[in-house]
C-alpha cells in the first residue's frame, strides 16, 4: 500500500471494500456488466477462493497464526472491474505499469499471499492509478464544491473535530493536501470518461461500489475511500427483468 499522507488531522493513502441486476441485463449469475463483457459470480468466486485457500495454507505453515480472510467477494469485484477499466485508461492514456511490482507489500497490507491472483489485480489497479496521478502535471484548480465533498466524507465518517465549519477546514488544508486532492479530482475524471460509455451495470448486492483514487485511513486503521469512480447505479432493491 502507498505510504499515507497528512489531509489536514486525517491520514490519507493515494491509490490506490442474491439479488438481480436492472433492467434487462439482470442475470444473478453475473456479478457486473461492463460494456459487453460480464464479470460472472464464478469468476469472483475463483479468485475468492484462491486466496482463501492461499490464506489457509499459509496459516498451516506457521503454528499459532489464524486463517483470518479479510479480503470480502465484494473486495473482488471492485478490483476485478478496478483493474480491468484502469487498464483502458492507461491505455487511452499511453501509460503502462513498470516492469516490477512490489507484491510482497500489497500482500502484507492485504494479508493474502502474493502468490494469488486477487494481490495481482489489486498491485495493478492500485499501480494504474498512481501512474496516472504522475501524468497530471497541471490540474484544474479546486472548486469550493471539490473541497465540499472532501469536507463532507471527512466528516460523515467522524474525521471532522465537531463544530468545525467548511471555511475552516478549506484554511487550515494544507497546500500539498489540497494538490493531492486537486491531482486525485483529475485522475477522477479522467478514469470516468472511460468508464461511462461502458455503461457498468453492478449487481446490487456489491452495491456501492467505486474505483477509488484517493482514501483516508481511519483512527483505528480502516482504509475509507475519499475520491472514487462511483460504479454502476446504487440500486436499493432488485429490479425484474423485462
Known sequence: ????????????????????????????????????????????????????????????STPGTPATMAVTRTDVVRTLISADVLAKVAKAKSVSLPAEMNLEEYASSLHVPATTEFVRLYA?????????????TSPAALSDADLREIFEVLAA?????EGSSFEQFKTSLPDSNK???????????????????????????????????????????????????????DESAPVSAS
Open 157 to 161: 465518517n467522524g474525521q471532522i473535530q
Open 179 to 233: 494538490q493531492l486532492v486537486q491531482t486525485a479530482t483529475a485522475v477522477r475524471t479522467e478514469i470516468a470518461e472511460v468508464a461511462k460509455p461502458l455503461d457498468i451495470k453492478v449487481n446490487p448486492r456489491y452495491q456501492p461500489l467505486g474505483i477509488p483514487v484517493l482514501q483516508f485511513q481511519t483512527a483505528n486503521g480502516e482504509v475509507r475511500p475519499l475520491v472514487s469512480v462511483p460504479l454502476g447505479d
Open 1 to 60: 500500500m502507498q505510504r499515507v499522507r497528512r489531509l489536514a488531522s486525517v491520514v490519507v493513502v493515494a491509490s490506490l471494500a442474491v439479488a438481480g441486476l436492472s433492467a434487462c441485463r439482470s442475470e444473478p449469475s453475473v456479478a457486473a456488466y461492463l460494456g459487453d463483457s460480464r464479470l460472472t459470480e464464478a469468476r469472483v468466486q475463483d479468485v475468492w477462493d484462491e486466496a482463501h485457500d492461499a490464506v489457509v495454507k499459509a496459516a498451516r
Open 124 to 136: 495493478e489497479a492500485d499501480t494504474y492509478v498512481r501512474v496516472l496521478r504522475q501524468g497530471i
